[in-house]
């Protein structure tokens, strides 16, 4: 019995020195400097979380931003948060599909890392996709929705062997035939393509320059396709 | 066979010299002392033999690939008799858990960096040197063999031992660096791990030590652990020294002054700053252990360490108010950080551990450790001040002080740790252990997103390596000029082995004769700029120019004049082709007439006879 006090001080005492290593150990874990924003490569862009939703981006370049607008229901994280994710996307690389960003049971997306995201809502509200003046949108026959000079058009066309073709220029809002649609931006190699659940879902706004999809299709997914010749592997 | 032979040639860098100094090296001195350290010495005298054999006799000797396999055959069996291999047994379990340590660390850092992918952007020009070694000229001086090497920072010792390791299976290049550099971080890690036990005969300080060696890695200027460079290969063989003198020291044996002077000899024949800052450390220890009454009293002396500390601080508050710009141009400009710059880069690497271990660890070695710790913690805070100060490229000399940081650091865990219970201290370093890990998993990725392609973290995309091959299939390429943006031209001159002006460093009238010919709106003016670019060190007059334009280029191009003309600014990065590209580059080859004759999604090459 007479040993009970030397034992529980022993006792305590290791635990003030696992309590000291914890705290080193945190202390290590919160000074780590986040310098960049957190993201997960698609091809030659990147996706990240901003406060409307996600964005698709060009790295290095500041001009460029597809922006996923998911509604309102997602919690933004912080980038710490976001970091550690990207890290355990980056940990399963050859795991695939990795799931990213697992929010609560409404919004989840998740992605091959390298192509492919898909994003997945059960809130029943559109997701929006933003594209930009110099952004070459067309479907899968073809159709092109947006108008460029003649120099951008003739390496468009060569390098999608005469594939495109003017869609009707006075239309303001449009309905796409099928379930996909594909966007070059001239300043960023390859191609993005958005294909949704269901036909006849996607509808273009030339005024909002918004592709915006069916509040009844709960899931889009977003593909890069490395060179703007590898769309004719996905026609 | 693909990666067998990178594997035994990436093995031949170090195993080859070692067996020269095993049969070059007196018996008596090899068993003087621990079989590490003799192998390290012995490394040291192999690679200036080899070196030496090199000058002396010409590099003609590489061609003759039979009598090099013989020779090491030879070597082999003599070094077996002379070396026993023995008296390495007892370090097996060591090398096994230092071996594992490696292995994850550089899985870790190859996760989306897969072969050939190569990350550390200076082995093109070391590459380069070694190719024209091996093609059968050799010379002391750098610039003398390529006119990418402006400054004479070091001899071409190491790239003569990249050559012999590489003349006798001939592997792929880009493979044998992929591997090369797991070996290298390798011995840094065993480097940590021998400095740790000979300084304080622990071998749990030892493997403390490795573990932060390992796990922190230095991602700006330094890149002591992962990228295998003169200077990092220079700081292994000098940890291995002052080890040794340290080793030594404890168990009263004779320190040999030949073994020291071969290790100098070598370490300044590697690179003549880092070397000569080595040379100066070790005789720093060598003159304080000799004199150990003098040492005891600075050491002993109560303000000493108050008083670095006060110089540290001072420094830090003056570099503060300076603004290096002032004083520092051109290229070393931009490798001039202030102080709070420094302590950012600090942050990335370590997190906040060296702020809170390293601090424990002088106070350890200080209050409880013997005469060594105390001499090892004086001289690392001693290097911090040159370190933390606003000079261009001091950064660099991190790669001498950062395994004395390591090994205070180690010192300092384990000494608070000295009596706890042996579970608790094992929960203890694995508490530090991981933390470190996820310091060195988010230190490395953020680094490696500058270079990233399509998923891959590479400098050269395999769209560049393509185009490499290519070049290097042409029949001319002896006679003929590469011209590209500085990054195009020195990654495809080192791969391809056609000749460029100057690489990724070329001279200013380059620079403007290939902004004329990118931005010429006449074929007299393209001509007359191909004309402008020529190479200032080798004679031949080229026959052929071959222009490749890739993404680089053309972002190259969008750089301001001023930029353009910068040697320390660069398109580090590949870049793919876009639409816009593509329509530039049509409009620029139909302007002057001229057909690509090989194209791909990131790079076009052009023949042009002169």
């Known amino acids: ?58 790295p290095g370049g500041s001009y460029r931003y597809y922006t996923i607008h998911v509604p309102n229901t997602v919690p933004v994280k912080t980038n710490k948060m976001l970091l550690f994710d990207s890290l355990q996307a ?22 091959t890392v390298t192509d492919t995201i898909a994003a997945i809502h059960t809130t029943g509200k559109e997701i929006d996709i933003t594209y930009t003046r110099d952004d070459l949108v067309f479907d899968g026959v073809g159709t092109l929705y947006t108008e460029h000079d003649e120099s951008t058009m003739k390496t468009a066309q060569y390098m999608l062997k005469n594939f495109l073709k003017q869609g009707d220029p006075s239309m303001r809002d449009m309905p796409v035939p099928g379930n996909v649609i594909y966007i070059i931006n001239p300043k960023i190699p390859g191609i993005l393509s958005i294909a949704t659940q269901s036909p006849t879902a996607i509808t273009i706004h030339k005024d909002t320059k918004t592709i915006s999809t069916a509040h009844t299709d709960k899931a889009i997914q977003i593909k890069s396709l490395v060179q703007i010749d590898d769309i004719s592997k996905n026609l | 066979m693909n990666l067998i032979l990178p594997t035994i040639s990436a093995i031949l860098f170090y195993l080859l010299p070692t067996l020269v100094g095993v049969v070059c090296l007196p018996k008596k001195l090899i068993t003087q002392t621990s079989p590490l350290f003799a192998l390290c010495f012995s490394f040291c005298l192999g690679v200036m033999i080899l070196y030496a054999s090199l000058l ?50 550089y899985a870790l850092w190859r996760i989306n960096s897969p072969l050939p992918s190569p990350l550390n952007w200076d082995i093109h020009e070391h590459q380069l040197l070694a190719t024209i070694i091996q093609n ?21 010792q190491f790239h003569s031992l990249l050559a012999i390791a590489q003349s006798i299976l001939k592997p792929d290049s880009a493979t044998f660096w992929w591997i090369i550099e797991s070996i290298h971080l390798f011995t840094t890690i065993c480097a940590s791990w021998v400095l740790g036990w000979a300084a304080t ?82 005789t ?66 370590y997190s906040y551990s060296l702020l809170l271990l390293y601090p424990i660890g002088i106070f350890e070695a200080y209050k409880h450790g013997t005469m060594t710790m105390k001499l090892i913690s004086i001289i690392s805070l001693l290097l911090f001040v040159i370190i933390l100060s606003p000079l261009p490229y001091v950064l660099k000399f991190y790669v001498v002080n950062r395994y004395l940081v390591h090994l205070i650091m180690a010192y300092g865990i ?117 004309f402008t670019i020529r190479d200032t060190v080798t004679s031949v007059k080229p026959t052929t120019s ?54 791909n999604t990131s790079v076009r090459i052009y023949k042009y006879s002169i």
């Not at chain 1, 980056?90 to 992605?111: E, F, M």
């Not at chain 2, 001086?141 to 001899?155: I, K, P, V």
């Not at chain 2, 003169?230 to 073994?259: D, E, K, S």
């Not at chain 2, 503060?320 to 690497?349: E, I, R, W």
């Open chain 1, 90 to 111: 980056r940990l399963l690389h050859t795991l695939s599909p990795v799931t990213l960003l697992a929010n609560n049971d409404i919004v989840s997306l998740s992605a």
């Open chain 2, 56 to 105: 002396a006799f010409g590099v003609t000797l590489l061609t003759a690939q039979p009598i090099l396999i013989g020779m090491t055959i030879f070597l082999c069996i003599v070094s077996f008799y002379r070396f026993r291999v023995k008296n390495i047994l007892q370090y097996i379990p060591y090398i096994v858990a230092l071996g594992i340590l490696t292995a994850i660390t």
């Open chain 2, 546 to 599: 071959y222009i490749v334009i890739s993404g680089r280029t053309v972002e190259w191009n969008t750089l301001s004049v001023q930029d353009k003309l910068n040697l320390g600014i660069n398109i580090w990065n590949p870049v793919a082709f876009s639409l816009r590209t593509i329509t530039t580059i049509t409009t620029w080859e139909e302007m002057h007439t001229i057909r690509p004759i090989f194209t």
């Open chain 2, 136 to 156: 059968g000229t050799l010379s002391i001086r750098t610039s003398a063999l390529s006119d990418t090497f402006l400054f004479n920072g070091y001899t071409t």
């Open chain 2, 414 to 530: 384990w000494y608070s740790l000295k009596y706890a219970h042996i579970v608790t201290r094992i929960l203890s370093y694995s508490f530090i252990s991981i933390a470190l890990l996820c310091v060195f998993c988010l230190n490395i990725f953020q680094w490696k997103e500058q270079t990233e392609i399509d998923g891959v973290a590479t400098h050269v995309s395999s769209d560049e390596q393509s185009a490499s091959r290519f070049l290097a299939r042409q029949p001319d390429r002896v006679n003929s000029l590469l011209i590209s943006d500085p990054a195009t031209q020195y990654i495809l001159e080192n791969m391809s082995g056609i000749n460029s002006q100057g690489g990724a460093y070329m001279n200013a009238t380059s620079r403007n004769g290939l902004n004329t010919l990118l931005n010429a709106t006449n074929q007299n003016d393209f001509a007359k700029a191909i």
């Open chain 2, 284 to 349: 720093m220890f060598f003159i304080a252990l000799k004199l150990p009454s003098l040492t005891h009293r600075i050491i002993s002396s109560a303000v000493i360490v108050p008083i670095i500390a006060l110089v540290v601080c001072v420094v830090g508050y003056i570099t503060t108010l300076v603004n290096p710009a002032t004083f520092v141009f051109g290229q070393a400009k931009m490798f001039t950080y202030t102080f709070l710059q420094h302590m950012t880069f600090f942050q990335s690497f």
């Open chain 1, 1 to 58: 019995m007479k040993h009970i006090p030397h034992y529980f001080t022993l006792f305590l005492k290791n635990v003030a020195y696992l309590t000291m290593s914890l705290v080193v150990a945190i202390t290590i874990l919160v000074g780590i400097p986040i310098q960049t924003q957190p993201y997960v490569s698609l091809g030659h862009y990147r996706l990240t979380q901003t406060a409307n939703g996600y964005s698709i981006y060009q």
């Open chain 2, 201 to 282: 005969g622990n071998k749990t300080v030892g493997m403390l030590s490795a573990i932060l060696g390992a796990l922190i890695f230095e991602s700006a200027v330094a890149f002591s652990s992962l990228f295998l460079i003169p200077q990092t290969l220079t700081a292994v063989m000098g940890t291995l020294t002052i080890a040794y003198i340290l080793y030594q020291q404890r168990n009263q044996a004779t320190i040999q002054p030949m073994l020291i002077a071969i290790s100098c000899t070598s370490m300044i024949l590697m690179h003549f700053i880092i070397g000569g800052a080595w040379i100066g450390l070790i």
